[in-house]
């Protein structure tokens, strides 16, 4: 099991900058895949980033350049750092932790943060 929490969510003006964080307890945090999610209004959920325990990383084309994912193992957080930011990217900003098992793959979820760009 893992619990996921995520922060830093807000109200930013297009071009502005945000850093989301996620502190995640009860399991072995290197062993997931650590990757951020959003879904806007009548929209499905979507990928924005995400990164191995080794530190590789991989983001979706609309924010390459403009998001960095990082991940801290020795604190168990995972940091989405924003900047660039466009009307486009408002969202609820899902933290999720992903593990293969012999079953397939195991997911976990934050309860989200609300990341509004508006003038």
């Given amino acids: 099991q893992v619990q996921l929490v995520e922060s830093g969510?807000?109200?930013v003006q297009p071009g502005g900058s945000l850093r989301l964080s996620c502190a995640a307890s009860g399991s072995?945090?290197?062993a997931y895949v650590m990757g951020w999610y959003?879904?806007?209004p009548g929209k499905q959920r979507e990928l924005v980033a995400a990164?191995?325990?080794d530190g590789?990383?991989?983001s979706a084309?609309?924010?390459q350049g403009r998001f960095t994912?990082?991940?801290?193992?020795?604190r168990n957080t995972v940091d989405l750092q924003m900047s660039g930011l466009k009307p486009g990217d408002r969202a609820?900003?899902?933290c999720n932790a992903a593990k293969q098992s012999s079953s397939g793959w195991v997911n976990y979820w934050g309860p989200g943060t609300q990341v509004t760009v508006s003038t």
Avoid: K, P
């Fill in 9 to 11: 969510g807000g109200l």
């Fill in 28 to 30: 072995i945090f290197s």
């Fill in 38 to 40: 959003r879904q806007a």
């Fill in 51 to 53: 990164i191995h325990g």
């Fill in 56 to 58: 590789s990383t991989h």
């Fill in 61 to 63: 084309n609309s924010v």
């Fill in 69 to 74: 994912i990082s991940r801290d193992n020795a």
């Fill in 92 to 94: 609820v900003y899902y």
